[in-house]
């Protein structure tokens, strides 16, 4: 994928939304507010959905607080999420340096779809732009030296397919135990294999975290979730500001 046109991504918006949401896009990109007070500006340009999306981060980092254990994230794309809760530690347990996040995704899109997913998604949707990995790493690095204890290396990025690398990254850390897990694969398989390689990773208040259970245009990821943990096992709790995202937590 080499540029952000490119990119097939499925949208729910009606086309005056769209059109509306580009003309914020136009705005942004053609801001007049000076450069040094751009970002503490930047909730002139922020839409309901990106508030309510981190207003969901934000309440699942406060369930965590008092559970030990990193932050997992399934399914990355341009990363906006690790950046949030990079900021959410800094916020709510700067010295936390125990609190790893680590993101996993192949950045080149979808590696592969199941007949559990579905007609309307295929392989290489979501891809995000070429190298975007590397501009990752350096938009993470910018949030872990603007919080203390910024000398300790507090995130990774794994890519590849994490049906390889997570039962990789576990054995080479077999210290780990996830404390927040973020599904955002959209898929089958890629959402079972990893549930299932994380469950011995799991303790009491850890936090699953599901972007579309429910939704029909990725029935994938509510079948992993039957199959590997049964719906009636734990309380499938929603975001009350957002129609799809949902969470579970251990007991
Ligand atoms: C919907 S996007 C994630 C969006 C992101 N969490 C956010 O909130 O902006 C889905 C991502 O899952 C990744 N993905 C899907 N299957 C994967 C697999 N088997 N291994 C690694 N990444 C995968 C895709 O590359 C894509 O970036």
Redesign the pocket.
Known sequence: MTSNQEVRVLGGSTQSEADRKREMVERLRGSRVADGELLDNIGLYLTRQTLSRINFMQDLYRRIVPVHGVIM?F????G??LALFSNLRGMHEPYNYNRKIIG????????SVAPEDGDRVQEGD???AEAWQEELEDILEFHTQNAPISHKQKHELVK????ETLPQYLNEHPETIVALA?F????Y??TRDCLEAIIPHLTKGSVLAF?ELNTPEFPGETIAVREVLGLAKGAIRRDPNNPLTSFMVIE
């Open positions: 994230e399914g990355v794309r341009w906006q999420n996993f995704d192949t950045f080149e899109g979808f590696p979501y891809g995000v590849g397919d994490a049906t973020y955002d694969f959209d898929l398989k890629p972007d």
